[in-house]
């Protein structure tokens, strides 16, 4: 299995220069320079479902550090949010999501029962309405992988360097050549070759994700 160790070796090596070793601050720097560009995009190896958290009766807000997934696994901000379900009697019910100003808006505070909108609001959701009695919140989206960060091991691991190895490979590759070697050109040629593999990825995951219908936007 693909390290944080592993993936700033291969980088070291592919760039072929000594200062740039695999424990050097820009090859490290590279590497969580390209996870940090990649991750508020969608990939099939960052998307969740499943977060849960229980909003207690009569509470308006629910931060998101509430939720936790897999476990018990306290439950990192969400990037994307794609759905927020409530359940009732059982039942899962989807929630819209609205402005936090058009919530707030006509919130009086004074009416509880079954929520149908949220919004997000700082690092919590707020629900309309509040609930009239104890419910369990389940989210879904894209969210933040931690594990591989600037005081992480070597050993350490996560789904950016094995899922998404090559891609972040390249991309640390096209910043070390635009930042620390000043070759502009190489670094669009890394650049681009990561763009391509981002273009199949998304054509494999529309593939198998789409209807085969436009959905009109606005």
């Known amino acids: 299995m693909s390290t944080f160790g592993t993936i700033k070796g291969r980088v070291s090596?592919?760039?072929?220069r000594g200062e740039l070793s695999a424990s050097s601050t820009a090859v490290q720097a590279s590497v969580l320079s390209a996870i940090a560009h990649l991750e508020r995009r969608r990939f099939p190896w960052n998307e969740f479902e499943g977060a849960s958290a229980t909003a207690s009766s009569s509470a308006l807000y629910v931060p998101f550090s509430r939720f936790t997934q897999d476990g018990g696994v306290t439950f990192i901000s969400?990037?994307?949010?794609?759905?927020?379900?409530?359940?009732?009697?059982?039942?899962?019910?989807q929630l819209l999501r609205k402005t936090f100003r058009h919530i707030d808006a006509i919130d009086a505070d004074?009416?509880?029962g079954y929520p149908d909108w949220?919004?997000?609001?700082?690092?919590?959701?707020?629900?309309?309405?509040?609930?009239?009695?104890?419910?369990?919140?389940?989210?879904?989206?894209?969210?933040?992988?931690?594990?591989?960060?600037?005081s992480a091991s070597a050993s350490a691991?996560?789904?950016?360097?094995?899922?998404?190895?090559?891609?972040?490979?390249?991309?640390?590759?096209?910043?070390?050549?635009?930042?620390?070697?000043?070759?502009p050109d190489l670094a669009g040629y890394f650049r681009q070759e990561a763009?391509?593999?981002?273009?199949?990825?998304?054509?494999?995951?529309?593939?198998?994700?789409?209807?085969?219908?436009?959905?009109?936007s606005y």
Do not use: C
């Open 157 to 183: 691991t996560n789904a950016w360097v094995t899922d998404g190895e090559e891609l972040v490979r390249l991309i640390a590759k096209s910043m070390l050549f635009r930042d620390e070697l000043r070759a």
């Open 118 to 150: 949220y919004a997000v609001h700082g690092q919590q959701i707020r629900l309309y309405p509040g609930p009239n009695q104890e419910m369990v919140l389940s989210l879904s989206g894209v969210k933040r992988l931690t594990e591989v960060s600037i």
């Open 195 to 216: 763009n391509d593999i981002m273009r199949e990825i998304q054509r494999e995951t529309i593939a198998k994700t789409s209807s085969g219908r436009l959905t009109p």
């Open 13 to 16: 090596d592919e760039m072929k």
């Open 78 to 93: 969400p990037l994307i949010i794609d759905s927020l379900k409530v359940q009732v009697n059982g039942r899962d019910y």
């Open 110 to 112: 004074e009416w509880y």
